[in-house]
């Protein structure tokens, strides 16, 4: 694991190539486990998936259900321009094999836990991104966090993301060489 942590840092270019299925569902298994804190209840985050290049899986957009570890197709197709828009415009989310995002109901958390709900949603989403690391330079593969337009992430995820709030976004695959 020390020779992982040593390892990691954002990856600066993707390849545009492929990574496995296994190696996708080792990262979400991962990285989506308990995440330990003082308050009963579920996870905070629901996680959400734009694939570009997945071998085994075809490119769309996905829910993953943490209870069943299985991915929800929301809608099928090439999504690499949007996913570039979406992270602001940069190439990263386009060329990664997938792109990560993290989507919460804050309306509901801060009903229930108040503005702590918020706080914490935050941290978890900050916790449950460090696994999606970690998982992936374990697999000699790379990962880079964005940020990103916060509403249109929700409008690309709906209807099934309707009143959640865009919380963070990594994005995953293999790193390029990067020209000297």
Do not use: C, W
């Amino acid at each position: 694991m020390a020779a992982v942590i040593q390892r990691r840092g954002s990856t600066r270019r993707f390849a545009r190539e492929a990574i496995s299925f296994a190696q996708l569902s080792t990262i979400l298994a991962s990285a989506t486990g308990n995440v330990p804190r003082d308050f009963p209840g579920s996870l905070l985050n629901d996680i959400y998936l734009i694939v570009h290049s997945v071998d085994g899986l075809k490119p769309g957009a996905y829910f993953y259900n943490r209870e069943s570890k299985a991915l929800e197709v929301l809608k099928e197709g090439e999504f690499r321009k949007q996913a570039g828009y979406l992270g602001l415009e940069q190439e990263l989310p386009a060329d990664a094999s997938v792109d990560v995002f993290f989507l919460a109901d804050l309306h509901k958390i801060v009903a229930t836990y108040g503005n702590r709900g918020y706080r914490a949603t935050q941290l978890e989403a900050g916790i449950v991104g460090g696994r999606l690391y970690l998982a992936a330079y374990a697999q000699q593969l790379g990962a880079s966090g964005l940020t990103f337009y916060d509403d249109d992430v929700v409008n690309f995820f709906s209807p099934h993301a309707k009143g959640k709030s865009a919380i963070f976004l990594v994005a995953l695959g293999k790193s390029a060489k990067l020209a000297v």
